[in-house]
C-alpha cells in the first residue's frame, strides 16, 4: 500500500482521486492546502483527518510515502524540491516545471536522494496511445504527425469580462502552451524524440500568456504540425501520416476512436477498450515503479520530460512569453 498526501484542492486533484481509488494499493493520507478551511473540506470529502497547511510539517510526516502535486505550475518545483529532500517520493502535475533549469533540479534532487519522481502527462500510458505506438510500422516512413488541441476555456469569459484567473496569469506559468498545448507536444516526443529545430507562434494576451498558439517542429525525415488554443474550439482529427497509410484518431486527451487507413482503402481499428479512469494508468505506473524499487518512468522518463520542457522554453522564446520563474 503506498500512502499518498495530495497538494492542491481543485477539480483535477478531484479527477486523481477518482482514478487512483481504483488501485487497490492506493492509500489517500493526507491533503495539504494554504488555508485549514480548504484543506479540511477537502478531507472530509474523501474521509481522512490527516491535514496540512505547512509545506515543511507534510514533507517530514512518517505517515506519507507520496505526494501528488497540482498546485500551479510555477509552485511545482519549489514543492516537490522540498518533499524529495525529505525523501518523499513525487508523482507531478504537466508540465513538472515552469522551465528546463527548474526541472533539471528537480531531477538532480530526486536522483541525489534516491526518490521516484515523474510527470503526470496521462496520455503516454493510455491503452489508445499504445496502440499508435505498436501500431505505427504498419503505416511505412511516417512523414507528418499532426495533433491539435483546442479547447475554449469558460475563464476566457470571465477574462472578457474583466477578471483575470490563474489561467492566464504569467506568474502562475500558465498559458494555453503549458496548459494544453503540452497534450499535443508530449506525446510528439515520445514517439519521435527532440526535432532539429522548432518555430513557434501564437496571440498573447495583455497579461503577457499564450491564449492560442501553433509549433511546428522539423525532424531530418518529417515535420510535426501542432495546434493548442484556450480561446478556440477545434473539432478535426489528429493523425500520424506515414507513406503507406496513416493513423487516425479523434483526440489527445485521450485519444478513443483509433483507426489505420491504408492508402489502398482498407481501414483498420485498432482501438482499445480503456476500462479504467484515464488518470488510472500514470497511478498505476507510479505505484508499479515504487512497488518495484525503481526510480524512474522508461515511458515519462527524465529524457523526455527534459526534452518537452527545452522545447516548451524555446516556443515561449519566440513566441515572447516569459515568466517570473524565468527571471529567478
Known amino acids: 500500500m503506498i500512502r499518498f498526501g495530495i497538494i492542491g484542492t481543485n477539480w483535477i486533484t478531484d479527477s486523481f482521486l477518482q482514478a487512483a481509488?481504483?488501485?487497490?494499493?492506493?492509500?489517500?493520507?493526507?491533503?495539504?492546502?494554504?488555508?485549514?478551511?480548504?484543506?479540511?473540506?477537502?478531507?472530509?470529502?474523501?474521509?481522512?483527518?490527516?491535514?496540512?497547511?505547512?509545506?515543511?510539517?507534510?514533507?517530514?510526516?512518517?505517515?506519507?510515502?507520496?505526494?501528488?502535486?497540482?498546485?500551479?505550475?510555477?509552485?511545482?518545483?519549489?514543492?516537490?524540491?522540498?518533499l524529495m529532500e525529505n525523501k518523499k517520493h513525487v508523482l507531478c502535475e504537466k508540465p513538472m516545471a515552469s522551465n528546463a533549469r527548474e526541472l533539471r533540479k528537480m531531477v538532480e534532487t530526486a536522483k541525489e536522494h534516491n526518490v521516484l519522481l515523474m510527470e503526470a502527462l496521462k496520455t503516454t500510458f493510455l491503452p489508445n496511445f499504445q496502440a499508435i505506438k505498436n501500431n505505427i510500422h504498419k503505416i511505412g516512413q511516417v512523414r507528418r504527425f499532426f495533433a491539435s488541441y483546442c479547447q475554449y476555456s469558460s475563464r476566457y469569459d470571465a477574462y472578457k469580462e474583466g477578471a483575470i484567473l490563474n489561467a492566464?496569469?504569467?506568474?502562475?506559468?500558465?498559458?494555453?502552451?503549458?496548459?494544453?498545448?503540452?497534450?499535443?507536444?508530449?506525446?510528439?516526443?515520445?514517439?519521435?524524440?527532440?526535432?532539429?529545430?522548432?518555430?513557434?507562434?501564437?496571440f498573447l494576451l495583455e497579461t503577457g500568456v499564450d491564449a492560442e498558439g501553433s509549433l511546428v517542429l522539423q525532424y531530418e525525415d518529417k515535420d510535426v504540425l501542432l495546434m493548442f488554443s484556450k480561446i478556440t474550439n477545434s473539432y478535426v482529427q489528429s493523425e500520424v501520416q506515414g507513406e503507406?497509410?496513416?493513423?487516425?484518431?479523434?483526440?489527445?486527451?485521450?485519444?478513443?476512436?483509433?483507426?489505420?487507413?491504408?492508402?489502398?482503402?482498407?481501414?483498420?481499428?485498432?482501438?482499445?477498450?480503456?476500462?479504467?479512469?484515464?488518470?488510472y494508468y500514470e497511478t498505476n505506473e507510479f505505484i508499479e515503479l515504487l512497488q518495484n524499487g525503481k526510480r524512474e518512468s522508461s515511458i515519462n522518463s527524465y529524457e523526455v520530460s527534459l526534452q518537452v520542457m527545452e522545447?516548451?522554453?524555446e516556443a515561449r522564446k519566440q513566441m515572447g512569453v516569459v515568466y517570473p520563474s524565468d527571471l529567478e
Open 311 to 313: 522545447i516548451l522554453d
Open 244 to 279: 503507406e497509410g496513416s493513423i487516425v484518431f479523434d483526440k489527445l486527451n485521450p485519444p478513443e476512436d483509433v483507426k489505420i487507413r491504408y492508402r489502398n482503402g482498407e481501414v483498420e481499428d485498432i482501438a482499445q477498450v480503456q476500462v479504467n479512469h484515464p488518470m
Open 168 to 202: 492566464f496569469k504569467p506568474e502562475f506559468s500558465n498559458g494555453s502552451l503549458m496548459d494544453i498545448g503540452v497534450y499535443c507536444l508530449y506525446p510528439a516526443v515520445a514517439l519521435f524524440g527532440k526535432p532539429k529545430e522548432i518555430k513557434a507562434s501564437g
Open 21 to 82: 481509488s481504483q488501485h487497490s494499493d492506493f492509500q489517500l493520507t493526507a491533503v495539504y492546502s494554504r488555508t485549514q478551511e480548504k484543506a479540511s473540506e477537502f478531507a472530509a470529502k474523501y474521509g481522512i483527518d490527516l491535514t496540512f497547511t505547512s509545506l515543511e510539517e507534510m514533507a517530514k510526516s512518517d505517515a506519507i510515502d507520496a505526494v501528488y502535486i497540482a498546485s500551479p505550475n510555477s509552485y511545482h518545483a519549489d514543492q516537490a524540491i522540498l
